[in-house]
């Protein structure tokens, strides 16, 4: 038996967005996904691990070949007498993630600034998808069968806890490299309350391990839902205001758009800040956190 507000979401094309607002909205929040329920088009379970978002891998992986195509293309015709604007963009670019990564990660490493500029550049292309028409892809995607259709990978909490997750294995990888297994297992017995009496420390070791067991999980879900909370909010506005008269849409839309270009921007460079952040803390040794 199917559902009528999916089957009404699923033909919002026919008619305008108002006369069902609620099946708009649940359409255009809808993934195209391979392996989910066949009525409702969303997994069975939170941790349904069978689903795949398709349209989130695909815009994902394009952006991700774009950046790596525009990369290519700038660095093989790289002009230090007569850079192109591309090129002079992307230094720029480089300049201010490099200057953020030396002011904030002291140790050496060769993987952060790399991770740190991949990490701000291609979040940032993910949510430049938002600034699209909520109608334009969609529309296009329904002309070939395609039913539903979400455009904005960082609306997906299974690409922002990806970013999240592969962020925080760097992080593991990070404690245990410059603290030493002993020292990164010390840093949740002994963390964050210290004592010098070995009976006392015995006594606040399950304490430690619970408060700093927390504070290390609270990491990746912190990168995670703040990315997806304003990608999606922001999403929401955008269909908010394509359910009003067209003559509003523009002038609230482009309003909003110009705001959101902040926006995006802004979550990219948080984004990037706080795993560079992460990995110093991780990266500093047992000694260093105790001065």
Request: proline share 5%.
């Amino acid at each position: 038996m199917s559902d009528p507000t999916v089957e009404a979401a699923g033909h919002h094309a026919a008619g305008a967005a108002t006369d069902n607002p609620v099946a708009y909205i649940q359409h255009h929040l809808t993934n195209l996904c391979a392996g989910c329920d066949p009525v409702t088009h969303k997994p069975s379970g939170m941790l349904d691990f069978s689903v795949w978002s398709l349209d989130t891998l695909i815009f994902s992986v394009l952006l991700a070949g774009l950046l790596m195509l525009v990369s290519y293309k700038v660095g093989k015709s790289l002009d230090p007498d007569k850079p192109s604007g591309l090129q002079n963009l992307l230094e720029v670019i480089l300049e201010f993630v490099e200057g953020q990564v030396k002011s904030i990660f002291m140790a050496e490493s060769k993987i952060v600034g790399p991770m740190a500029l991949t990490i701000f550049t291609w979040v940032f292309l993910m949510n430049t998808m938002d600034l699209l028409p909520v109608d334009l892809l969609p529309k296009v995607a329904s002309w070939f069968g395609i039913e539903y259709l979400k455009v904005v990978p960082t609306t997906d909490l299974s690409t922002t806890f990806g970013l999240a997750l592969s962020v925080f294995s760097l992080i593991i990888f990070f404690n245990i490299k410059f603290k030493g297994p002993v020292g990164y297992v010390k840093m949740f017995l002994f963390h964050p309350f210290q004592a010098s009496n070995p009976f006392v420390k015995i006594l606040l070791a399950p304490v430690n391990f619970t408060m700093t067991l927390i504070e290390e999980l609270a990491k990746p879900f912190s990168l995670a839902l703040r990315l997806f909370g304003n990608m999606f909010a922001g999403e929401l506005i955008f269909l908010l205001i394509a359910l009003l008269p067209w003559w509003i849409q523009w002038t609230l839309g482009g309003g909003w758009a110009i705001f959101h270009i902040l926006v995006i921007t802004l979550q990219a460079f948080i984004f990037m800040l706080l795993s560079t952040v992460y990995l110093s803390m991780a990266a500093q040794s047992h000694d260093d956190e105790h001065h």
